[in-house]
């Protein structure tokens, strides 16, 4: 996956069409990578079109939103937080790294 060799921590975003908290949860993540551009790029991953990577992550229910920096996951958040917990979570893993 491409996200693995970004130099930039890549926040991705796995996902379906048919998934309602998903896609309440996507304009969140827009915003906090447009608010953190350069900080951070996102990813979307349908889980529909990419099984494969959806296994390889180990992902169990959607949306999951991985935070991968130097091609190891570093965070991981299971589920459609408010968009203050996203954002603070985001946040916390982003100052967490090296």
């Not at 390889?56 to 991985?66: G, H, K, M, S, V």
């Not at 091609?71 to 299971?78: F, H, I, S, T, W």
């Amino acid at each position: 996956m491409i996200a693995e060799q970004s130099s930039t921590p890549a926040l991705v975003d796995f996902w379906a069409a048919w998934c309602g908290p998903c896609r309440m949860v996507s304009p969140v993540l827009d915003k906090l990578a447009q608010e953190r551009a350069g900080r951070v790029k996102l990813v979307k991953v349908d889980v529909d079109k990419s099984p494969s990577l959806s296994r390889r992550f180990d992902i169990q229910a959607i949306p999951t939103i991985l935070l991968i920096r130097d091609g190891k996951v570093v965070a991981r958040q299971a589920g459609a937080p408010p968009a203050a917990a996203l954002r603070q979570w985001l946040d916390d893993a982003l100052a967490a790294g090296p």
